[in-house]
């Protein structure tokens, strides 16, 4: 995959894990020739740990939380406490219940956060990171030891059957963490490459279409906030194991703050890149501190140190060591290696599966559609209707109403009055992500691609919703195995004659092509009514040329409404045209009849077609 989308984490391949493994196990014999001890490594351990869930997040999700102290705090204090106060004698399931707690946490916290996007997001997780520092402080003291935390947390004893093995401090503790990073790091890799981790990234690079290609963004960001509070509840947890002690500083903003500057120094979107940024923290934080005497001005130092390597590795230390990889060849360009199975024929057959309109009666509807912004009427009292298998035409000069009425039939804008119907049911209220799924939607005006990824994985991200629906969570699947995606995928490759660039990246293309891959993405949803915003603005004559014998093809089984100002091309490819006028529908005919309307001539042709 490419850079940027889900990096080269999307391939089949088990490099980073062995890698992950070969490190961890050498370390041991490694580190103290370099005097770093067992503690340290462990530290590290947690932080990257805490890394994986906050990467998810804020790497592939866009989200940049400061509130996972909150998880990290809760997860860690649950299961001190358990443990401490004897309610729970083993370790391990006393870290999973923290881990539990802290993911219900970023559950209930999550629907509140994600309300909002942005800054404002960021700032609400500030505050209830805050709100729960005073919380641990405060009222619930009784339980988290207020600032004095929890100390006598046990270490853990793993009873195997036929021997019990008591883990202490040093290196049968680092073992013990290790082995828990590396699961924690097999699974993070896993929901990577799942198709859950291509949206997540498809939602971080372009939310509004993802939702217009029948994704549940909001569901979506919600799980990446939920997995990221586990992640954090669980690292947690160990650190009270690891100390022996659950200290209040877990709640702070520091702990927040500095988990990260970390992902940014290690790469956002690498998933090991936080824990290489703890590396550098702790490490850079000890040699300052100690090895240089810098004594409190370290953090002066590593300061410094951020501001340097994020100027010159903008994608941190991973990301850039992967641009150096790639561009000195040795990271071949990759893609989703399908996995032919006999269920790819599936695609079709949901295609076919859909309802259909009973003849006689339109697939699509408006009645006395309207839309108000303020005391500007964008839409007054449209009435339409589009017949199975329809090519219409809509036409009307600038701000006569066509982008807001094609807003409103797919959802994204709610309509001031009026009713829309598809199939005969009422669709008015529902929105553009449920109105895509049941086989209705549009390409935009402007350009509203996936820019970090290439032309195949664009269009991955439709044929997912169309193959899995607008939300499931199979979080461990590799997207390799979705039966039906690779048919769904090639066939629109080749239909927008793309085959060729399939793995190139948007930025790449050709304006023609970015126009045909936008047209492609609304297609590879499978749409029963198809909606073309201006599909040919602003092209090449050649380009016109091709874009318009794609229209021809893929009007083949579909019904298409085409909003377009190349008027030849309108009245070559519409069986009617519909014409805007200030917000209204001024007339409806064949394009022979529009020719010879009047009305029309004088509000928009200019008497060009009758002559
Ligand atoms: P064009 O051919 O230039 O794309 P159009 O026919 O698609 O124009 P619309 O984009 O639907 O026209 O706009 C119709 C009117 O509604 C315009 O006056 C526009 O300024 C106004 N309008 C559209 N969206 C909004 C909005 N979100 N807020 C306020 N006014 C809006």
């Given at each position: 995959?490419?850079?940027g989308?889900v990096?080269?984490l999307?391939?089949?391949?088990?490099?980073p894990e062995?890698?992950?493994?070969?490190?961890?196990?050498?370390?041991?014999?490694?580190?103290?020739?370099?005097?770093?001890?067992?503690?340290?490594?462990?530290?590290?351990?947690?932080?990257?740990?805490?890394?994986f869930?906050?990467d998810l997040?804020f790497g592939f999700?866009?989200l940049?939380?400061f509130?996972?102290s909150?998880?990290?705090?809760?997860?860690?204090?649950?299961?001190?406490?358990?443990?401490?106060?004897?309610?729970?004698?083993?370790?391990?399931v006393?870290?999973a219940?923290?881990?539990?707690?802290?993911a219900?946490?970023?559950?209930v916290?999550?629907l509140?956060?994600?309300?909002?996007?942005?800054?404002?997001?960021?700032?609400?997780?500030?505050?209830?990171?805050?709100?729960?520092f005073?919380?641990?402080?405060?009222?619930l003291?009784?339980?988290?030891?207020?600032e004095n935390?929890?100390?006598?947390?046990?270490?853990?004893?793993?009873?195997l059957g036929?021997?019990?093995?008591k883990?202490?401090?040093?290196?049968s503790?680092?073992?013990?963490?290790?082995?828990?990073?590396?699961?924690?790091?097999?699974?993070?890799?896993?929901?990577a490459?799942?198709?859950?981790?291509?949206i997540l990234?498809a939602i971080?690079?372009?939310?509004?279409?993802a939702?217009?290609?029948?994704h549940a963004?909001h569901a979506y960001k919600?799980?990446?906030?939920t997995?990221?509070?586990?992640?954090?509840?669980?690292?947690?947890?160990?650190?009270?194991?690891?100390?022996?002690?659950m200290p209040?500083?877990?709640?702070?903003?520091?702990?927040?703050?500095?988990?990260?500057m970390?992902t940014?120094?290690?790469?956002?979107?690498?998933?090991?890149?936080?824990?290489i940024g703890?590396?550098?923290?702790l490490f850079?934080?000890?040699?300052?501190?100690?090895?240089?005497g810098?004594g409190a001005a370290?953090?002066?130092?590593?300061?410094?140190?951020?501001v340097?390597?994020?100027c010159l590795?903008r994608?941190?230390?991973?990301?850039g060591?992967?641009d150096?990889a790639?561009r000195?060849g040795?990271?071949?360009a990759a893609r989703v290696?399908f996995?032919r199975t006999?269920a790819a024929a599936?695609?079709?057959?949901?295609r076919?599966?859909?309802?259909?309109t009973?003849?006689?009666?339109?697939?699509?509807?408006?009645?006395?559609?309207?839309?108000?912004y303020?005391?500007?009427?964008?839409n007054s009292?449209?009435?339409?209707?589009?017949?199975?298998?329809?090519?219409?035409?809509?036409?009307?000069?600038?701000?006569?109403?066509?982008?807001?009425?094609f807003?409103?039939?797919?959802?994204?804008?709610?309509?001031?009055?009026?009713?829309?119907?598809?199939?005969?049911?009422?669709?008015?209220?529902?929105g553009?992500?449920?109105?895509?799924?049941?086989?209705l939607?549009?390409?935009?005006?402007?350009?509203q691609?996936?820019p970090?990824a290439?032309?195949?994985?664009?269009l991955?991200?439709?044929a997912?919703a169309e193959?899995?629906?607008?939300f499931r969570?199979?979080?461990l699947?590799?997207i390799d195995?979705v039966p039906?995606?690779?048919?769904?995928v090639?066939e629109?490759l080749?239909?927008?004659?793309?085959?060729?660039?399939?793995d190139?990246?948007?930025a790449?293309?050709?304006?023609?092509e970015?126009r045909?891959?936008e047209?492609?993405?609304a297609?590879?949803?499978?749409?029963?009514?198809?909606?073309?915003d201006?599909?040919?603005?602003?092209?090449?004559?050649?380009?016109?040329?091709e874009?318009?014998?794609l229209?021809r093809?893929?009007?083949?089984?579909?019904?298409?409404?085409?909003v377009?100002?190349?008027m030849?091309?309108?009245?070559?490819?519409?069986?009617r045209?519909t014409?805007?006028?200030?917000?209204?529908?001024?007339?409806?005919?064949?394009?022979?009849?529009?020719?010879?309307?009047?009305f029309v001539?004088?509000?928009y042709?200019?008497?060009?077609?009758?002559?």
């Amino acid at each position: 995959m490419s850079a940027g989308f889900v990096g080269a984490l999307s391939r089949r391949s088990w490099l980073p894990e062995a890698i992950a493994v070969i490190v961890l196990a050498v370390a041991p014999s490694v580190a103290p020739l370099v005097s770093v001890d067992s503690d340290i490594l462990g530290r590290i351990l947690i932080w990257g740990l805490f890394g994986f869930g906050f990467d998810l997040l804020f790497g592939f999700t866009g989200l940049l939380s400061f509130g996972q102290s909150a998880f990290f705090g809760a997860g860690g204090f649950i299961a001190a406490y358990l443990l401490t106060a004897n309610l729970i004698g083993n370790v391990l399931v006393a870290l999973a219940l923290g881990t539990l707690g802290a993911a219900a946490v970023g559950v209930v916290v999550g629907l509140i956060a994600l309300r909002r996007t942005g800054i404002y997001f960021a700032m609400i997780t500030v505050a209830i990171a805050e709100t729960f520092f005073f919380l641990e402080n405060n009222p619930l003291s009784a339980w988290t030891g207020g600032e004095n935390g929890l100390p006598g947390v046990p270490t853990p004893s793993l009873d195997l059957g036929f021997v019990a093995i008591k883990i202490g401090l040093g290196w049968s503790m680092y073992w013990f963490l290790a082995a828990i990073f590396l699961i924690g790091f097999f699974i993070a890799r896993r929901i990577a490459r799942s198709p859950v981790g291509h949206i997540l990234s498809a939602i971080r690079d372009n939310p509004l279409r993802a939702a217009a290609v029948g994704h549940a963004i909001h569901a979506y960001k919600l799980t990446a906030f939920t997995i990221a509070a586990a992640y954090a509840g669980l690292a947690g947890g160990l650190l009270g194991v690891l100390q022996g002690y659950m200290p209040p500083e877990a709640f702070t903003f520091d702990t927040s703050g500095q988990l990260v500057m970390q992902t940014v120094i290690g790469g956002t979107g690498t998933l090991i890149g936080p824990t290489i940024g703890a590396a550098v923290w702790l490490f850079g934080h000890d040699f300052l501190q100690y090895g240089l005497g810098l004594g409190a001005a370290w953090r002066l130092g590593l300061g410094l140190i951020f501001v340097l390597l994020v100027c010159l590795l903008r994608r941190g230390i991973v990301g850039g060591i992967a641009d150096l990889a790639r561009r000195f060849g040795r990271v071949p360009a990759a893609r989703v290696a399908f996995v032919r199975t006999a269920a790819a024929a599936s695609l079709q057959a949901k295609r076919r599966a859909r309802p259909e309109t009973e003849p006689g009666l339109p697939i699509l509807e408006a009645r006395g559609l309207s839309k108000h912004y303020g005391g500007l009427a964008a839409n007054s009292d449209v009435n339409f209707a589009v017949g199975v298998g329809e090519l219409r035409g809509i036409i009307g000069p600038n701000g006569a109403g066509k982008t807001t009425f094609f807003k409103m039939l797919t959802g994204e804008v709610t309509p001031s009055q009026g009713q829309i119907f598809f199939r005969g049911s009422e669709i008015t209220r529902k929105g553009v992500t449920e109105v895509c799924q049941i086989g209705l939607t549009k390409s935009y005006q402007i350009n509203q691609l996936f820019p970090k990824a290439s032309v195949r994985e664009n269009l991955l991200i439709p044929a997912l919703a169309e193959c899995r629906g607008r939300f499931r969570l199979d979080l461990l699947k590799s997207i390799d195995r979705v039966p039906g995606l690779q048919a769904d995928v090639e066939e629109t490759l080749a239909l927008l004659d793309l085959t060729a660039r399939a793995d190139v990246l948007v930025a790449d293309l050709a304006y023609g092509e970015k126009r045909r891959l936008e047209i492609g993405l609304a297609l590879a949803t499978a749409p029963s009514v198809l909606l073309l915003d201006e599909p040919l603005a602003g092209m090449s004559p050649q380009e016109r040329v091709e874009t318009i014998r794609l229209l021809r093809n893929i009007r083949k089984g579909r019904t298409l409404v085409l909003v377009e100002h190349d008027m030849d091309a309108v009245f070559d490819l519409a069986e009617r045209i519909t014409v805007f006028h200030e917000g209204r529908v001024l007339a409806e005919g064949t394009p022979r009849e529009i020719q010879g309307n009047s009305f029309v001539q004088e509000a928009y042709l200019g008497g060009v077609h009758a002559a």
